[in-house]
């Protein structure tokens, strides 16, 4: 059944949406159709959240179907970047953490495709003597 859209003032609006629909749903050159020209990894379907207190900086990333064994963490005090794979997909995010951290003392747990990775803040300040 098609509609009768001779007076319907969002007839243009319609045919976007119908073109849009159209060509996501056709592909690319390469068979890919839609969403699935995106690769898998952090910021598709994985959720990392960083958390702070006056303390420490706390981040928890999910990553589900990776071995314990195949995560690597690296901080410099402004950046934690988690890179992981799995046999399906690869992980690889740098996140920027909302404030300094003492890289030394980072600790992190993985269990249920959960990681949780905890920081001390840095000094704020120290004393410094003038000579």
Known sequence: MRR????????D?????ERMMDEMMQGDAR???GFEQEPAGFGSDTHVDVQETD???????????????DISL??????????AASDVREYDERITLPAP???DTG????NNG??????????RSTDIDVE
């Open 13 to 17: 609006i319609f045919r976007e949406i």
């Open 107 to 110: 600790t992190a747990t993985y």
């Open 101 to 103: 951290v003492d890289p």
């Open 74 to 83: 690296q901080c410099d005090g402004d950046h934690l970047t988690v890179s």
């Open 31 to 33: 068979g890919n159709v």
């Open 4 to 11: 009768d859209d001779r007076d319907d003032p969002f007839d």
């Open 55 to 69: 303390d420490d900086i706390r981040v928890v990333a999910d990553l589900p179907g990776v071995a314990k064994s």
């Open 114 to 123: 959960v990681l949780e990775v905890v920081f001390d803040r840095a000094a």
